[in-house]
């Protein structure tokens, strides 16, 4: 789809391989609202630190990414090569370098070379298209399968307006927030107070909420950008209705990135919610999800198809979660397996085994702690979860 306003480009630079897409553009024709959430890491990536300090103005034109290469615990010649990046792009769009938003993917450690940079830069400027963000998807790509989209078409005061979003991710994937990059467009227009709200909450709803491995990144930035196209009403805090629409529009687009993600989990074979309810608070019960989800011996027993209820009560008991194990019922969907702390015997495992052979499947825990609940997105972990990190650099 098209959003007004906003062209999209990809080329293959040979960052770190030839021959495939590495280097991505997306180009608004006007200065944009724009709005961010970064990784929560101590450890942050240069881009992560540049965007970061450029976003204080509220503001951006484009976003250059690349994968490859993280360009991240690169020192001051990382900052250099950030801003040189965003230089280059500024240069070729001829637009205020501070407009220019920068973001990397790939390996940790490894110094950025400008020289595939500079090389590409006029071709990919020129190749900037309304029909480009398809390829702009496919570049962000790293260990990921496919390429990861979504968008909406939203009615605001009658006016049409067009939202579109991309995301990176595959490993090293746990909040907050992950190895992940996410970029949204939009032709509305918004408030920039409004729209880092509704960035942030989108964010915590969706992909603050998953896990693959449980590893935080460097680089996890989530970006969105909104140009007015649209000539909507302005969206702000004292437009209501309009601002539940957008709001809604953008955290479904959010969520459903965020479940491909994990769908495509390094070498995942299962998506799974884990759905925690009856808890005392929702804080109590997204923290008890995220333990059973992030436990290598639950992830291990849903790739083995094995209704190992023990392991997930195990978890749960050191997530810090306020419950009486005797209280505690565990189901896969409709399979109950167990009831006030004890399980039901062979003839329930057997039924929560072929829920197990799904591909998808939920695993509810109900703790009779309250009436809270909170759920987290995980995977199962396979033999190529560890062939593909254990060669990840070669």
Known sequence: MQVKGFSAAAVKAGIKYQNRLDLG????????????????????????????ERLRSGQAQAIVVNSGNANACTGENGMNMARAVGKLVAESLHINEELVQVASTGVIGAQLDITPFAQAMPSLAAALSPEGFADLARAIMTTDTVPK??????????KKVNLWACAKGAGMIMPNMATMLCFAVTDANITQSALQAIVS?????????ITIDGDTSTNDTVL????????????????????AVF???????????????????EGATKLVAIRVEEAATETEAVAAARTIA??????????GEDANWGRIIAALGRSGATFQPE????????ALLVEHGFGLGKAAEDAASLVLKQKEFVVIVRLGAGSEQGEVLTCDFSYDYVKINADYRS
């Open 327 to 334: 209280h505690v019922a565990i189901a896969f969907d409709d």
């Open 224 to 243: 969105c950008l909104a140009n007015g196209a649209a000539e909507n009403t302005l969206i702000d805090e004292s437009c209501p209705e309009a601002l």
């Open 149 to 158: 989209t979504a968008s909406a078409k939203i009615t605001i005061d009658g």
């Open 247 to 265: 709001q809604k529009a953008l955290h479904s687009m959010f969520k459903d990135l965020a479940k491909q993600i994990v769908r495509d989990g």
């Open 294 to 303: 992030n436990s290598p011996l639950v992830k291990t027993a849903f790739f």
């Open 201 to 209: 909450s989108g964010t915590e709803l969706s992909f603050n909420r």
């Open 25 to 52: 553009l997306i180009y608004s024709e006007t200065p944009a609202i724009a709005a961010g959430v970064f990784t929560t890491s101590v450890v942050k990536a240069a881009p992560v630190l540049l965007d970061m």
